[in-house]
Structure formats: structure tokens, C-alpha cells
């Protein structure tokens, strides 16, 4: 009694609980699976092969069994490969994230099984009927009661729809036993024989399609390597054109440039032949009571003490000016001859030419006698008479403002002479005179200006 006692005693154990695998709720499996042991799987798995092999193999798309090896209890079933066991409360496959693992565990109290059947001996048992009978159908194993109702309705369906199909086949075969037809054989002949005639016109159709379809690919290919060719040589030309288009510009920007330069150049020379060089070069006006050439003041006052290198500066422009109309003229001196040397100019007596008279001075007004810048000075008065003298043999009009004798010139206005000497002589006659000389020097400077324009 104590033995029967501790055989069949009721110990608490953790029940595992499948995953419906429609909508992977947890299945709470009816009693009577515990009562499934080794022994009852094998008779199932054996009575449904039987059933199978003596219907040639046929299988119902709605039923649960279908044709196959049985499996061997021995092997690890299919299930326990797919799913895994939780084998402690609160564990469960969707929180490893695989949803084919369906199975959950969870105290459920108490289970009466015998000591000799292990839990995993049990749970491995329930697993390989599951896979046995999914193995038997396309639905997979185990479901909940609403995913079962809902397979079925679907089944349902199908069955339905599959009745209705067998009908109309089964009123078309009955139709067609009732109203049997004679065939005509040489009638079928003579259609075949033109269907297989048509055949034959429509493989040449079809062969000569091919032949042009490949002329055509040919064509294609033939266009598409002119295309390219084309391509290419509107490439070159562009680049070419692009280059003659920048070459063009350049030449217009420098035809435009030597344009501009000539009528630059043109414009410069137009003013330059308006212009009169002497007047330009030697500018001879007045400043107060001092004659000017180049700006440099003539002459000397009490009150307006000029520098000698002025003064001196002054004489090298008068000696360059007449210089330069006598060679205009080609008019030659007689008995002096010019040498412009700037502010050290000098006239050359040609009856000694060792003489030379200096247009150049230094000191006060008063120093001491110096007769060559005075004979100089007259010296260069007597050269201009002889200016005036050959301008007038060309034109008798010609008429200096101012006479000009011996070293003095003469005020026609006043009828008052003024000596060109410094000795002997007043600073105000001196610039005076000097004054009168540089106004006939500017008269002759126009008239050669004038004759000499073209």
C-alpha cells in the first residue's frame, strides 16, 4: 500500500504551456494529454500509416491525416529542435524574440504523474504528437479553440467552393455523354493538314521577321557607330570653333586696340602739326616790367633783385631761339656766329675767333667794368638786325616794332632810345631794352612760324 502510495502520489510541478501558432496566445492543453504517453504515440503514428498506404497514397486537403514515413519515438521530435522549453516560471519564448518558440511554463499546482516519468519525458512526448500531426496537414500545431473555429469555417469554405466546382464538371460530363457527336476523320485531316501548312508559312513569316530583325539589329549598330563617329567630329568642331572663336576676339580686341592707338596717334599728330614749335619751346612774354622766355625773367630793377643764373638762363633762350630761325632760314651770320650753351652761352667773333663774348655775367649790377657782356650783348643785337635785314629782302611788309642801331633801340612811340650796355646805364633802361629786343625777337619767331607752317 505505502509502494502503490509512492508510485501514484501527486507532486507539484511546473506545467509547460504551448503558443497557439495562429496568434501565439498561450494554450492551457486539455487533461487527457497527460494520459499520452510513448506506447499511444506509436499506435497512432502506425494505424495512420496503415490507413495511408491502403488508399494509394490519396489525401483529403481537409483532414489531418496524410501519407508518410512514421517517425522514429527515438529521434529528437521536430518540435523540441524548433521550440525551446522554459523550465523555470516567468520564462518565455517571445522574450528571445523568436516566434516559432511557442512554449511558456507556469505553476499550475499540481499534476498527477508517476515518479517515473520525468517532466521533459512528458513534455517530449506532447511535442512529438504536435509534430506529427502538422507533419499530417499543411496547419501547423498546436491552435486555440478560436483559431480552430476560424480554420474550420475556412475549410468550410473551400469544401464549398470545391462541391460547387465538381458539380458543373460532373453536369458537363453527363451533357456530353447524352449528345455524343461523330467525328468526321478526313475532315480533321484536311484541318490539320492546313493548320500544320499555316504553321509552316507562319515559322517562314516568322524566320524571314528574324532575318530583318537581325539586319535591322545590324543597321542599328551600323547608325550607332556613325552616331558616335558624328558625335565626336561635332565635339572636334565645337572645340575647333571655340578656338577661332577665342582667335577672333583676341584679333578684334587688338585690331580694335591698334585702332584706337592710330586714331590716338592721329589725333597727336594733328595737334602737333597745329602747334607751333617755337612758340612752344621758347614762350616769349612779359612780367611786369621784365620781358620773359621760358618763364626766365630779362633784366634787373632796384626793387626786384633777379638772380644772375636767371638772367643768364634767360640769354641761353634768346641765343637758342635766333639760333634756331637763322637755321630755319638758312640764314648764316656775318661776322659772329651763335654758340647756345645754355646758361653759359656765347657769341663768336669770326673775325678772331679767339674772341669770345660771354651772354653770361655774376655779382651786383655795379661791378667792376666788364666790356665783353656788354660787346656780347651788342654783338647779339647787331645778329638780330641781320635777321630782320633778310626777312625783309623775302618781305618788303616785314616791320620790326622797335628799331635797332649800334647797340641801342629805339622807342618809335616816344621817339626814346635805350642802350642794350650794361655800363654806363640805369637797371630800368637796361631791362627796357632788353624788353624791346625780346618783343622783335617774338615778331620774327611769328613770321617764321608763319612762313614755315606747312
Given at each position: 500500500m505505502a509502494a502503490d502510495e509512492t508510485a501514484t502520489s501527486v507532486i507539484p510541478v511546473t506545467v509547460p504551456i504551448f503558443l497557439c501558432q495562429k496568434c501565439f496566445q498561450p494554450l492551457r492543453l486539455d487533461p487527457s494529454f497527460n494520459a499520452v504517453d510513448s506506447k499511444t504515440l506509436s499506435d497512432l503514428s502506425g494505424s495512420l500509416t496503415e490507413n495511408s498506404t491502403g488508399q494509394d497514397g490519396a489525401a483529403s486537403s481537409d483532414t489531418l491525416i496524410a501519407t508518410g514515413k512514421a517517425k522514429n519515438p527515438a529521434e529528437k521530435p521536430e518540435a523540441l529542435r524548433k521550440r525551446q522549453i522554459g523550465l523555470s516560471p516567468g520564462h518565455s519564448s517571445i522574450d528571445s524574440g523568436n516566434s516559432n518558440e511557442f512554449m511558456l511554463v507556469e505553476n499550475t499546482g499540481t499534476l498527477n504523474i508517476t515518479n517515473t516519468d520525468s517532466l521533459s519525458h512528458h513534455v517530449r512526448i506532447l511535442a512529438q504528437l504536435f509534430d506529427f500531426i502538422s507533419d499530417q496537414s499543411d496547419v501547423d500545431h498546436p491552435l486555440c479553440e478560436e483559431c480552430t473555429d476560424l480554420l474550420l469555417d475556412q475549410m468550410d469554405q473551400q469544401l464549398k467552393m470545391t462541391e460547387d466546382e465538381c458539380k458543373e464538371y460532373r453536369d458537363v460530363l453527363e451533357q456530353l455523354m447524352a449528345d455524343p457527336t461523330e467525328t468526321d476523320t478526313s475532315t480533321l485531316e484536311n484541318e490539320l493538314s492546313h493548320l500544320e501548312l499555316q504553321e509552316q508559312m507562319l515559322l517562314e513569316q516568322l524566320q524571314m521577321i528574324e532575318n530583318e530583325r537581325a539586319s535591322i539589329v545590324d543597321e542599328i549598330e551600323t547608325v550607332k557607330e556613325q552616331e558616335k563617329q558624328l558625335q565626336e567630329e561635332e565635339e572636334k568642331y565645337f572645340r575647333e570653333y571655340t578656338e577661332y572663336k577665342r582667335q577672333l576676339l583676341d584679333y578684334e580686341d587688338e585690331h580694335n586696340s591698334v585702332c584706337n592707338q592710330?586714331?590716338?596717334?592721329?589725333?597727336?599728330?594733328?595737334?602737333?602739326?597745329?602747334?607751333?614749335?617755337?612758340?612752344?619751346?621758347?614762350?616769349?612774354?612779359?612780367?611786369?616790367?621784365?620781358?620773359?622766355?621760358?618763364?626766365?625773367?630779362?633784366?634787373?630793377?632796384?626793387?626786384?633783385?633777379?638772380?644772375?643764373?636767371?638772367?643768364?638762363?634767360?640769354?641761353?633762350?634768346?641765343?637758342?631761339?635766333?639760333?634756331?630761325?637763322?637755321?630755319?632760314?638758312?640764314?648764316?651770320?656775318?661776322?659772329?656766329?651763335?654758340?647756345?650753351?645754355?646758361?653759359?652761352?656765347?657769341?663768336?667773333?669770326?673775325?678772331?675767333?679767339?674772341?669770345?663774348?660771354?651772354?653770361?655775367?655774376?655779382?651786383?649790377?655795379?661791378?667792376?667794368?666788364?666790356?665783353?657782356?656788354?660787346?656780347?650783348?651788342?654783338?647779339?643785337l647787331d645778329c638780330l638786325q641781320q635777321f630782320k635785314e633778310e626777312v625783309e629782302k623775302g618781305d618788303t611788309g616785314f616791320c620790326l616794332p622797335y628799331r635797332m642801331d649800334k647797340g641801342r633801340i629805339e622807342d618809335s612811340s616816344t621817339r626814346s632810345a635805350y642802350s642794350i650796355k650794361i655800363q654806363l646805364n640805369s637797371e630800368e633802361q637796361w631791362t627796357k631794352a632788353l624788353k624791346f629786343m625780346l618783343t622783335n625777337l617774338k615778331w620774327g619767331l611769328v613770321w617764321v612760324s608763319s612762313q614755315f607752317a606747312s
Amino acid at each position: 500500500m505505502a509502494a502503490d502510495e509512492t508510485a501514484t502520489s501527486v507532486i507539484p510541478v511546473t506545467v509547460p504551456i504551448f503558443l497557439c501558432q495562429k496568434c501565439f496566445q498561450p494554450l492551457r492543453l486539455d487533461p487527457s494529454f497527460n494520459a499520452v504517453d510513448s506506447k499511444t504515440l506509436s499506435d497512432l503514428s502506425g494505424s495512420l500509416t496503415e490507413n495511408s498506404t491502403g488508399q494509394d497514397g490519396a489525401a483529403s486537403s481537409d483532414t489531418l491525416i496524410a501519407t508518410g514515413k512514421a517517425k522514429n519515438p527515438a529521434e529528437k521530435p521536430e518540435a523540441l529542435r524548433k521550440r525551446q522549453i522554459g523550465l523555470s516560471p516567468g520564462h518565455s519564448s517571445i522574450d528571445s524574440g523568436n516566434s516559432n518558440e511557442f512554449m511558456l511554463v507556469e505553476n499550475t499546482g499540481t499534476l498527477n504523474i508517476t515518479n517515473t516519468d520525468s517532466l521533459s519525458h512528458h513534455v517530449r512526448i506532447l511535442a512529438q504528437l504536435f509534430d506529427f500531426i502538422s507533419d499530417q496537414s499543411d496547419v501547423d500545431h498546436p491552435l486555440c479553440e478560436e483559431c480552430t473555429d476560424l480554420l474550420l469555417d475556412q475549410m468550410d469554405q473551400q469544401l464549398k467552393m470545391t462541391e460547387d466546382e465538381c458539380k458543373e464538371y460532373r453536369d458537363v460530363l453527363e451533357q456530353l455523354m447524352a449528345d455524343p457527336t461523330e467525328t468526321d476523320t478526313s475532315t480533321l485531316e484536311n484541318e490539320l493538314s492546313h493548320l500544320e501548312l499555316q504553321e509552316q508559312m507562319l515559322l517562314e513569316q516568322l524566320q524571314m521577321i528574324e532575318n530583318e530583325r537581325a539586319s535591322i539589329v545590324d543597321e542599328i549598330e551600323t547608325v550607332k557607330e556613325q552616331e558616335k563617329q558624328l558625335q565626336e567630329e561635332e565635339e572636334k568642331y565645337f572645340r575647333e570653333y571655340t578656338e577661332y572663336k577665342r582667335q577672333l576676339l583676341d584679333y578684334e580686341d587688338e585690331h580694335n586696340s591698334v585702332c584706337n592707338q592710330l586714331k590716338y596717334a592721329q589725333t597727336q599728330l594733328d595737334k602737333l602739326m597745329k602747334t607751333n614749335v617755337f612758340n612752344a619751346t621758347f614762350h616769349i612774354w612779359h612780367s611786369g616790367h621784365f620781358g620773359t622766355i621760358s618763364n626766365f625773367r630779362l633784366g634787373r630793377l632796384p626793387n626786384v633783385p633777379t638772380e644772375w643764373m636767371e638772367i643768364n638762363a634767360a640769354w641761353g633762350q634768346t641765343v637758342l631761339l635766333l639760333h634756331s630761325l637763322a637755321r630755319k632760314m638758312n640764314l648764316t651770320f656775318q661776322r659772329y656766329r651763335l654758340v647756345p650753351y645754355g646758361n653759359y652761352s656765347y657769341i663768336e667773333c669770326l673775325e678772331d675767333k679767339s674772341k669770345e663774348l660771354p651772354l653770361y655775367a655774376s655779382g651786383g649790377f655795379k661791378f667792376f667794368w666788364n666790356t665783353k657782356f656788354d660787346s656780347a650783348m651788342v654783338a647779339f643785337l647787331d645778329c638780330l638786325q641781320q635777321f630782320k635785314e633778310e626777312v625783309e629782302k623775302g618781305d618788303t611788309g616785314f616791320c620790326l616794332p622797335y628799331r635797332m642801331d649800334k647797340g641801342r633801340i629805339e622807342d618809335s612811340s616816344t621817339r626814346s632810345a635805350y642802350s642794350i650796355k650794361i655800363q654806363l646805364n640805369s637797371e630800368e633802361q637796361w631791362t627796357k631794352a632788353l624788353k624791346f629786343m625780346l618783343t622783335n625777337l617774338k615778331w620774327g619767331l611769328v613770321w617764321v612760324s608763319s612762313q614755315f607752317a606747312s
